[in-house]
């Protein structure tokens, strides 16, 4: 179960990464206009007042144009950033991947990747260790102990795909994660995905943009834009009708 | 659940650190490998860095105060200074420099923060150890005895972490947000190896600046250090003063750190 109330995030509209550029920019905004020099347009809401619940056994996708806030609510939900205010509370284990073949550091061999990564994903070695061998068979890496620097790219994606397609867990936040995988080990991710959402209980959030990917695996769908959900219903009744021409702007089909 | 707000107490944030112990070890060793790996002398760097640093030092400053003293035990006095002040030293930059080089980890997983400063920790005490194996080598083959309060070595580990990573703490999001504040530190911090007493004896201080100078909690580290290994007098208010003042460096550190711990994927 998935509960947000009322979740907002702001960012600082731009950054200002240096003590010297500060010093700069500040005195400058005071010498030009002394009367403005806090600017009220500073910061902006990558997420303005979300309110949603997911149930256990939902499979959500979400559909938004670039910084609609897709990301940053994928990364609230799993518990790796904060939001600046508002209500959250998940129950299960969450697995999140993100797009671009995830952590993938080139001087750990592929094996330690997945014992670090799953690591840090909250899993025990004995844990690891019970899926480690599917996990390389799965991905198809016959050099699974040489260093991931020589890895290909759509071998680093199918690496850390295969890894959270055999993680134990009870809601996968997908965001973009088909990205960089080649149409054959997409289809083998499909049919395993397929297959662990056969489980009832297992709830998926799934960002892309991908019109087929989401027809395939998802029950509702939530369209965001500027950081709020406009649309939250079912995906058949949104792509077909309601939204046809938004959704073909989004997904460019 | 409840992820937010979540007001999780100390005790909750060191078990759940505690939990994440493995990847603590994990990280630890991909920094060791991603060191060393490329090198002939790999592992070996640890304990030749120090030494190779130290002898320069011995050399420069014999020559310099043309001392007529046991060249040995200068090296040795130099050495039990140079070690604790290269652990600080590493410690606390690497602390700052390491969110940024694991952002895609920070931004892609959810696993307690602190465990990537403590890898560091951990690094840095092995090359300690290393170095106190050497110093405890040559310090037995030139006739030194050792104190029989070796017992406060472990405490004087936990005075000496408590403040370079409650440094370390107190500087990362600072560094992050404001990148200046780093490079103002690489400029500023290679002066503070000669506030500590590794090249002197503490007697050269000025009495009236004694009760401030050591307030430094690494005067107290070097001296109470230098005690243990040298069997000298254990300097036991020095101590407890240094013990204190590590602790609250810790403790204000930490605080801070917990406050950002769940924005840093925001500044990083």
Redesign the interface.
């Known amino acids: 179960m998935i509960i947000l109330e009322n979740i907002s995030k702001k960012y600082k509209q731009k950054g200002l990464k240096s003590v010297s550029r500060f010093l700069v920019v500040q005195t400058l905004r005071s010498l030009l206009s002394p009367s403005t020099t806090k600017q009220s347009n500073e910061y902006f809401n990558a997420l303005d007042g979300i309110s949603v619940q997911i149930k256990p056994g939902e499979h959500v996708g979400i559909l938004g144009k670039n910084k609609a806030g897709k990301t940053t609510l994928m990364q609230i939900i799993s518990g790796i950033s904060e939001p600046t205010s508002g209500f959250l509370k998940v129950e299960g284990k969450v697995i999140p991947i993100f797009a671009q073949g995830s952590v993938i550091t080139p001087d750990q061999t592929g094996r330690e990747y997945i014992y670090l990564h799953a690591t840090a994903l909250g899993y025990t070695k004995k844990e690891i260790d019970s899926v480690v061998d599917d996990v390389i068979a799965f991905s198809d890496i016959d050099n699974i102990d040489s260093l991931i620097r020589t890895y290909s790219t759509g071998m680093r994606t199918r690496l850390s795909l295969s890894l959270v397609l055999h993680l134990p867990a009870d809601i996968y936040i997908f965001d973009e994660a088909f990205y960089g995988s080649d149409v054959f080990f997409k289809d083998k991710v499909i049919d395993r995905f397929k297959e662990i959402l056969n489980n009832p209980a297992k709830t998926m959030i799934l960002v892309s943009h991908n019109e087929d990917i989401i027809r395939t695996f998802c029950n509702r769908l939530l369209i965001l834009e500027n950081g709020k959900i406009v649309t939250d219903g079912d995906v058949d009744t949104i792509f077909a009708q309601y939204l046809a021409s938004e959704t073909s702007e989004i997904t460019g089909s | 659940?409840?992820?937010?707000?979540n007001k999780q107490s100390l005790t909750d944030y060191f078990k759940d650190i505690l939990?994440?112990r493995?990847?603590l070890v994990?990280?630890s060793k991909?920094w060791v490998?991603?060191k060393y790996?490329d090198s002939y002398i790999g592992l070996g760097w640890m304990v030749l860095s120090p030494v190779i640093t130290t002898i320069m030092y011995t050399f420069f400053f014999s020559i310099m105060f043309d001392m007529h003293a046991n060249k040995v035990h200068y090296f040795l006095y130099i050495y039990s200074g140079m070690l604790p002040w290269i652990f600080f030293r590493d410690v606390f930059m690497e602390t700052l420099d390491i969110f940024p080089k694991e952002s895609?980890?920070?931004?892609?997983?959810?696993?307690p923060r602190l465990i990537v400063p403590l890898s560091v920790v951990f690094n840095k005490m092995l090359q300690f150890g290393f170095g106190v194996a050497i110093l405890f080598i040559v310090a037995l083959a030139s006739g030194k005895d050792l104190s029989a309060y070796f017992f406060l070595f472990p405490i004087l580990m936990l005075q000496i972490v408590m403040v370079a990573l409650g440094f370390g703490l107190l500087f990362i999001v600072p560094c992050i947000?404001?990148?200046?504040?780093k490079h103002m530190i690489r400029f500023v911090l290679p002066l503070g190896l000669y506030t500590l007493p590794i090249f002197y004896r503490i007697k050269a201080v000025p009495e009236e600046w004694l009760s401030y100078y050591t307030l430094n909690p690494m005067v107290s580290f070097v001296q109470s250090f230098r005690s243990v290994l040298f069997k000298e007098e254990i300097p036991w208010y020095l101590l407890a003063k240094g013990m204190v003042v590590s602790f609250l460096v810790f403790a204000i550190g930490i605080a801070i750190f917990r406050t950002y711990e769940?924005?840093l994927?925001?500044f990083i």
């Open positions: 659940m409840i992820i937010y707000p939990r994440y493995q990847l994990q990280m991909k490998k991603s790996e895609l980890l920070i931004k892609r997983t959810n696993f947000i404001y990148r200046d504040i769940k924005r994927p925001d």
